[in-house]
Nanobody, 114 residues
Framework: VQLVESGGGLVQAGGSLRLSCVAS????????MRWYRQAPGNQRELVAA???????NYADSVKGRFTISRDNAKNTVYLQMSSLKAEDTAVYLC?????????WGQGTQVTVSS
């Protein structure tokens, strides 16, 4: 499955953005859809994940500010980001993970100005 992210951009601290990840195929049965981020000089960090059953998990740094959701009918995963901080600046990447699947998108840049 191919993944294409969109929705990144430049936003002021305290603002909001919604990222989208559109898959080329069905994600209905994909075990885990994830959002990662990578800032320059930093390791890739798991931000949020959602299982096929709808269970969600978040990094401590984004809990209460970010929400991950999936629309299986549209083969799309979203990341709603609120109360953005300068330290949220990174390239955000979508990942589809299953026993025989580990697909990545190209990423979308999010820049938060303080």
């Amino acid at each position: 499955v191919q993944l294409v992210e969109s929705g990144g951009g430049l936003v002021q601290a305290g603002g909001s953005l919604r990222l989208s990840c559109v898959a080329s195929g069905s994600i209905f049965s994909v075990a885990s859809m994830r959002w990662y981020r990578q800032a320059p000089g930093n390791q890739r960090e798991l931000v949020a994940a959602i299982t096929s059953g709808g269970t969600t998990n978040y990094a401590d740094s984004v809990k209460g500010r970010f929400t991950i959701s999936r629309d299986n009918a549209k083969n799309t995963v979203y990341l709603q980001m609120s109360s953005l901080k300068a330290e949220d600046t990174a390239v955000y990447l979508c990942n589809a993970r299953d026993l025989s699947l580990n697909s990545w998108g190209q990423g979308t840049q999010v820049t938060v100005s303080s």
